[in-house]
């Protein structure tokens, strides 16, 4: 009767643990969602302003995420996001980064 002891993990998609993590789940669909935002925009060069901000507030957001997250589905999520957010951060910065002809030259 060893199964009747382990946890039931197969429930819901984020949380694995049986519990709600409304702020995790929560960052981890906005890091989601940022990073497609930046690693679709920058493919185009003339989106690297989009692609800079959405890769830089992807990471922050994606780095705070990991930092509180508590099951192993929020982390796998959460690095997905996080790389391609910094995919298109690193292209978006390489194409004219954040203030590129908007400040200054």
Do not use: C
């Not at 429930?11 to 409304?22: E, I, R, V």
């Not at 060069?45 to 959405?54: K, Y």
């Not at 951060?89 to 004219?96: E, I, N, P, Q, V």
């Amino acid at each position: 009767m060893a199964q009747a002891l382990r946890p039931n993990t197969v429930g819901g998609l984020f949380a694995t643990d049986g519990k709600p993590h409304p702020l995790q789940d929560t960052l981890l669909a906005v890091t989601l969602v940022l990073g497609i935002t930046a690693f679709v925009s920058s493919m185009f060069h003339n989106l690297h302003l989009l692609s800079s901000w959405a890769g830089l507030i992807g990471l922050a957001t994606g780095a705070y995420g990991q930092w509180i997250s508590e099951t192993t589905r929020e982390r796998f999520g959460l690095i997905l996001g996080l790389g391609a957010a910094g995919v298109g951060f690193f292209l978006g910065m390489a194409h004219g980064g954040l203030f590129g002809g908007v400040i200054g030259g």
